[in-house]
């Protein structure tokens, strides 16, 4: 049974920093690139950031890019967003995704 559980949202000021995990189960993590993305409120989901399977090569949104770092210990089948600089324009709810695998989310509020 397949399992993807993001942890690591909350509450934080503008300027602040937050650190997402992604933990996930119950197929081959390693061969499969590995996606956030979010959502904020009346908005369409939308592409974070990517890290492929092996060579970890990364991609960012615009929006993101220079702010956010994607990372990926296949060791232990988790994936990092490690987000700088936040702005109240990332408060949305962050989604990890593999394959076809997606979880639940978790909750990033930036306001003061």
């Known amino acids: 049974q397949v399992h993807i559980v993001e942890s690591g949202g909350g509450l934080v000021q503008p300027g602040g920093s937050l650190r997402l995990s992604c933990a996930a189960s119950?197929?081959?993590?390693?061969?499969?690139?590995m996606s956030w993305y979010r959502q904020a409120p009346g908005k369409e989901r939308e592409l974070v950031a990517v890290?492929?399977?092996?060579?970890?090569?990364?991609n960012y949104a615009d929006s993101v890019n220079g702010r956010f770092t994607i990372s990926r210990d296949n060791a232990k089948n988790t994936v990092y967003l490690q987000m700088n600089s936040l702005k109240s324009e990332d408060t949305a709810v962050y989604y990890c995704?593999?394959?076809?695998?997606w979880g639940k989310g978790t909750l990033v509020t930036v306001s003061s």
């Open positions: 119950g197929f081959t993590f390693s061969r499969y690139a």
């Open positions: 890290i492929s399977s092996v060579r970890g090569s990364t």
């Open positions: 995704n593999g394959y076809v695998y």
